[in-house]
């Protein structure tokens, strides 16, 4: 079955488009595409995002992105040269624009995406987690259960898009012994510092450019790392309520210089993400996708703080770093469209397994 998943994440920086044929339990990777949001789209998120917002301006977008969503698809079938109807099924993530205690909120709506596509679309993916008493994310640890289990290898997959999360897949793990949880700022403080001190010209580290002219402020870090978010035992999550506009003014507020702040911010990340990783024994090696695995300054950070495993991108597996969560939720769809539950309750609290999402036929 050839299916499309769409996603766009809590950086904010646009959409990504992976069209992949399902046959067994590995997806094969037949087209990937990535759509940058109109500054106006972006701000208007921005505004949106764990603020006070006016309703109109929430609905206004959940009618709007499934046409930007309709729009990125379209273009990623052209450019891969896939027609349009051979793709079967669209699994669309849509825009968290708030995850907190017991509720989430993704904008997006599935029957707008399904209706210009003519494709049925599953959408909504948290709600169901969280009904079941989980926290509705992570949900990728399925997909990385399924892609990186090795019979004898300790491995940990990790993401680092807007927030980080890992997965942590002992050796012939059981589903039930895969844990998962957001470890807390991937790439979204150092986004928003790079914004804030370039003007909104740049909206990311390119090349980890800044924070490798910058030197760590360690006592900052250090009182950072304070944090009891990251010695709470997991299922947890993390979003832009935490590292959101708040974090970012009391960062700005020490009087560093730009450079020091972006390298402070970027060592943080690393060392959160560590922090994660050594709650667990026996982990051999680490699978590091998302836009993160681009940032030469904080790879070299994060092989610093796991000096005893192999840190490489998912991209030695066969797998796009990029398009892995967009990938993650095309197999998330096809799962829900075959009637099967998706979730694994030892990584996001739920009860019990559930099917996630809502189909719009």
């Given at each position: 079955m050839r299916v499309a998943g769409i996603?766009?994440?809590?950086?904010?920086?646009?959409?990504?488009?992976?069209?992949?044929?399902?046959?067994?339990?590995?997806?094969?990777?037949?087209?990937?595409w990535s759509v940058p949001y109109p500054k106006r789209v972006r701000?208007?998120?921005?505004?949106?995002?764990?603020?006070?917002?006016?309703?109109?301006?929430v609905a206004?977008?959940?009618?709007?992105?499934?046409?930007?969503?309709?729009?990125?698809?379209?273009?990623?079938?052209?450019?891969?040269?896939?027609?349009?109807?051979?793709?079967?099924?669209?699994?669309?993530?849509?825009?968290?624009?708030?995850?907190?205690?017991?509720c989430t909120l993704q904008l997006g709506d599935g029957s707008v995406l399904k209706e210009r596509t003519g494709i049925p679309v599953v959408s909504d993916f948290r709600a169901a987690d969280i009904a079941a008493g989980g926290?509705?994310?992570?949900?990728?640890?399925?997909?990385?259960?399924?892609?990186?289990?090795?019979p004898k290898k300790g491995r940990v997959a990790i993401n680092i898009g807007g927030i980080a999360n890992i997965t942590v897949?002992?050796?012939?793990?059981?589903?039930?012994?895969?844990?998962?949880f957001d470890t807390g700022p991937g790439n979204m403080v150092i986004d928003q510092l790079v914004w804030r001190f370039s003007g909104g010209k740049q909206s990311f580290d390119r090349d980890g450019?800044?924070?490798?002219?910058?030197?760590?402020?360690?006592?900052?870090?250090?009182?950072?790392?304070?944090?009891?978010?990251?010695?709470?035992?997991?299922?947890?999550?993390?979003?832009?309520?935490q590292y959101g506009r708040e974090f970012v003014e009391n960062l700005l507020s020490r009087g560093l210089k730009d450079d020091d702040l972006v390298a402070t911010a970027t060592?943080?990340?690393?060392?959160?993400?560590?922090?994660?990783?050594?709650r667990y024994s026996g982990i051999d090696e680490a699978i590091v996708s998302g836009g993160g695995v681009h940032n030469p300054t904080l790879m070299r950070f994060l092989r610093a703080e796991l000096p005893e495993m192999r840190v490489v991108s998912s991209s030695e597996y066969g797998i796009n770093p990029d398009a892995k969560e967009a990938i993650?939720?095309?197999?998330?769809?096809?799962?829900?469209?075959?009637?099967?539950?998706?979730n694994l309750p030892s990584a996001t609290g739920a009860r019990h397994p559930v099917l996630l999402g809502k189909i719009s036929r």
């Open positions: 996603m766009s994440g809590t950086s904010l920086d646009g959409i990504d488009v992976a069209i992949v044929e399902i046959r067994g339990k590995v997806p094969e990777s037949v087209g990937f701000e208007a998120l921005l505004a949106v995002s764990n603020a006070e917002a006016h309703t109109g301006e206004r977008l959940h009618y709007h992105l499934p046409e930007l969503y309709a729009e990125a698809f379209l273009q990623a079938c052209k450019r891969a040269r896939i027609p349009t109807d051979s793709v079967e099924l669209i699994g669309c993530h849509g825009q968290t624009i708030f995850h907190g205690a017991g926290k509705g994310a992570p949900l990728v640890p399925f997909v990385d259960y399924r892609l990186f289990r090795h897949i002992p050796p012939g793990a059981k589903p039930e012994q895969v844990t998962a450019k800044l924070s490798s002219r910058g030197v760590v402020n360690g006592d900052l870090l250090a009182e950072l790392m304070k944090d009891p978010y990251y010695r709470q035992a997991p299922p947890k999550t993390a979003g832009r309520e060592a943080l990340t690393a060392a959160t993400i560590a922090e994660g990783v050594y993650a939720f095309a197999i998330l769809a096809y799962e829900t469209w075959w009637e099967r539950p998706s």
